[in-house]
């Protein structure tokens, strides 16, 4: 019959107390040795007082310079040279003369163009809108001016400037205010010869 050893309380805590005594000495030993090993001056170096691997960060700063800053270059701005619409003369002139039914056609077409035609000429481009509201609208730049010809009207006062286009297309504005002026400046900014080339008066 196998006996069974029953320890007093006394003897089992003595036991504990050297089992724990005996795992920290063990631990002690490990952590000692492993202080002692070659490749620990490898990671750190042999004068190295911190257990941690550290690592460094190199910041690179460029110098400065005196070059300026490139900039995107600003778009050219549009300035207007005119914008109005028919000389006020053309719509008086044919409010008289439209009394006679004969002339009657030429009065509506005179007050069309006082009320829904408008020229507009900028650094850039000429521009003619018409219609109700504005909603027919045509733009061609100075480059495609290939020859610009002006036309007075009653004595002077307003007149008609036809631009025709390097495809051949003729561009007819009527009773414009200041025509021969204008009619400069078209071929300037086309870079023509500003020399006009005007007929003799017609009518209204």
Wanted: proline share 5%; with cysteine.
């Amino acid at each position: 019959m196998a006996s069974t050893f029953i320890l007093s309380p006394a003897a089992t805590a003595t036991a504990t107390a050297t089992a724990t005594a005996t795992a920290a000495s063990v631990t002690h030993q490990s952590l000692h040795l492993s202080s002692k090993l070659p490749f620990r001056n490898i990671l750190f170096g042999p004068n190295s007082n911190n257990s941690r691997l550290t690592t460094s960060t190199r910041l690179q700063v460029s110098s400065p310079t005196n070059k300026p800053l490139a900039t995107a270059a600003n778009p050219k701005e549009e300035t207007i040279f005119f914008d109005g619409g028919a000389h006020y003369g053309d719509l008086i002139a044919n409010l008289l003369l439209g009394f006679t039914l004969l002339w009657l056609p030429l009065t509506l077409a005179a007050v069309s163009r006082a009320f829904y035609l408008r020229y507009r000429f900028t650094n850039l481009r000429v521009t003619v809108i018409s219609g109700l509201t504005g909603q027919d609208r045509s733009d061609f730049s100075y480059k495609v001016i290939k020859d610009v010809q002006v036309v007075p009207r009653f004595v002077g006062e307003w007149g008609d400037i036809v631009i025709t286009l390097k495809d051949g297309t003729k561009v007819d504005l009527r009773s414009v205010p200041k025509f021969r002026e204008i009619a400069k400046y078209c071929l300037a900014m086309a870079e023509k010869p500003v020399i006009l080339k005007e007929k003799g008066p017609k009518g209204f």
